[in-house]
């Protein structure tokens, strides 16, 4: 029979009774759970009790021999998958790093090679950044214009046309369009910068472990 005690008797359940239990069935536990918000101990585990938090006691010898953790909860178990491909994905990153960091030191023999080529990239980028900024400009000055020729009309008192307000209107959000292109490629440009910190940094750490093995 399924016999259950409150925390104070757990203690005297595992010293006294584990001994006799431990002679009729050597393979038996003892077990203690948390139920509504305090420890019970039994020698079986109801059902009730399955997912609840625990402590399993050999019956011989009156010691802990597992400690088992509640069981998670929906929204846990959907937490800890998520955090678990995380950590996936950062060791699948972490060895891909480690597999350019290899390649790296066997591409570049010096370190000119790898600011050269690294330079590349950052030329590239530059004459981007460059043509993006005459965009800006020549959006910014038809703008200008669009809007000048609008306030004529209206210090003269005549409407300003419908095809010269829709060309306004056009203009701004090409202008817009282009100043938000010209801000990702700026901060595309600083990446290049700090990759080639962190390039330079794994080049010479690569470099000095290749020269030690």
């Given at each position: 029979?399924?016999?259950?005690l409150?925390?104070?008797a757990?203690?005297?359940?595992i010293a006294?009774?584990?001994s006799?239990l431990?002679?009729q069935a050597?393979s038996?536990k003892?077990y203690c ?10 020698d079986?585990?109801?059902?009730h ?7 399993e006691?050999?019956?011989k010898?009156g010691?802990?021999?597992s400690q088992?953790?509640?069981?998670l909860t929906?929204?846990e178990r959907?937490?800890?998958a998520?955090q ?10 972490a060895?891909v790093?480690a597999?350019r960091?290899r390649?790296m030191a066997?591409?570049?023999?010096t370190?000119?090679?790898l600011r ?5 990239r950052i030329?590239v980028?530059?004459e ?6 005459l965009?800006?400009e020549?959006?910014r000055q038809?703008l200008?214009?669009?809007?000048g020729?609008a ?11 419908k095809?010269?307000?829709e060309n306004i209107?056009t ?8 100043k938000?292109?010209?801000?990702d490629q700026?901060?595309?440009?600083e990446?290049i910068d700090?990759?080639?910190?962190a390039?330079?940094e794994?080049?010479h750490?690569?470099k000095k ?5």
């Amino acid at each position: 029979m399924n016999k259950t005690l409150p925390l104070l008797a757990c203690s005297l359940l595992i010293a006294v009774t584990g001994s006799t239990l431990a002679q009729q069935a050597p393979s038996k536990k003892l077990y203690c759970w948390n139920e509504n918000g305090g420890k019970v101990c039994g020698d079986a585990l109801p059902a009730h009790a399955v997912d609840n938090a625990r402590t399993e006691f050999n019956a011989k010898s009156g010691r802990a021999v597992s400690q088992l953790p509640r069981a998670l909860t929906e929204e846990e178990r959907a937490a800890a998958a998520v955090q678990s491909k995380v950590e996936q994905e950062a060791r699948a990153a972490a060895e891909v790093a480690a597999r350019r960091d290899r390649a790296m030191a066997e591409s570049y023999s010096t370190e000119d090679d790898l600011r050269r080529a690294f330079g590349e990239r950052i030329g590239v980028m530059d004459e981007t950044i460059k043509a993006s900024r005459l965009v800006v400009e020549g959006r910014r000055q038809s703008l200008i214009s669009l809007l000048g020729r609008a306030g004529e009309n209206e210090l003269s008192g005549k409407p300003v046309p419908k095809k010269a307000a829709e060309n306004i209107q056009t203009q701004h959000e090409l202008l817009l369009r282009q100043k938000a292109m010209l801000a990702d490629q700026l901060a595309e440009r600083e990446l290049i910068d700090e990759d080639l910190a962190a390039a330079l940094e794994r080049y010479h750490a690569m470099k000095k472990s290749n020269d030690k093995g």
